[in-house]
């Protein structure tokens, strides 16, 4: 089983059929090109992406529908021949596609959501793009309010 040594988790190990590929990397990280889904369920309903390629890179993420329900997602010609997705319809409902908001948390302001360029995961091939949408750029920063899993007490 391969295994990378990891900053915040120390030593992932993982099979191949969990990673997740991006052919042209993430935006400003272009040899970023293999992520892990790390879920840890006192954190639910955000998961982190460790990136396999930089052991130093861990992405903080929540499900799109969860940054704002009523959000439609897009996905361009190009994302679409990235991802192999073709041109099915893009169902919230289905599970061929995932879509997560990438989070930045700060000590001294609200936690915000890049639906600017969700990143989006065809789970058929686990092929992924970071897919830039149609909106204006207050979506790069969108406040986020999401009840985290919270584990009681002994």
Request: glycine share 4%; aromatic share 6%; net charge negative.
């Given at each position: 089983?391969?295994?990378?040594?990891t900053n915040?988790?120390g030593?992932?190990?993982f099979?191949?059929?969990q990673?997740?590929?991006?052919?042209?990397g993430?935006?400003?990280l272009?040899?970023?090109n293999?992520?892990?889904?790390?879920?840890?369920?006192?954190?639910?309903?955000?998961?982190?992406?460790?990136?396999?390629?930089?052991?130093?890179?861990?992405?903080?993420?929540?499900?799109?529908?969860?940054?704002?329900n009523?959000f439609?997602?897009?996905?361009?010609?190009?994302?679409?021949?990235?991802?192999?997705?073709?041109?099915?319809?893009?169902?919230?409902?289905?599970?061929?596609?995932?879509?997560?908001?990438?989070v930045?948390?700060?000590?001294?302001r609200v936690?915000?959501?890049?639906?600017?360029?969700?990143?989006?995961i065809?789970?058929?091939?686990?092929?992924?793009?970071?897919?830039?949408?149609?909106?204006?750029?207050?979506?790069?920063?969108?406040?986020?309010?999401?009840?985290?899993?919270?584990?009681?007490?002994?």
């Open positions: 089983m391969p295994s990378v040594e915040l988790f030593p992932l190990g099979e191949e059929d990673v997740i590929r991006l052919r042209s993430l935006p400003g272009p040899h970023s293999r992520l892990l889904p790390v879920s840890q369920p006192a954190i639910e309903p955000f998961l982190f992406f460790q990136s396999i390629d930089d052991p130093a890179l861990t992405l903080l993420a929540v499900p799109l529908s969860v940054a704002k009523d439609e997602l897009h996905l361009s010609p190009e994302d679409r021949l990235e991802i192999d997705f073709g041109c099915g319809e893009i169902n919230r409902s289905g599970t061929e596609l995932g879509a997560f908001a990438l930045s948390v700060g000590d001294d936690p915000t959501a890049n639906l600017l360029a969700p990143l989006v065809c789970f058929r091939n686990h092929l992924a793009v970071q897919a830039i949408q149609p909106v204006d750029e207050s979506y790069l920063r969108y406040p986020i309010e999401a009840t985290v899993a919270r584990e009681e007490p002994c």
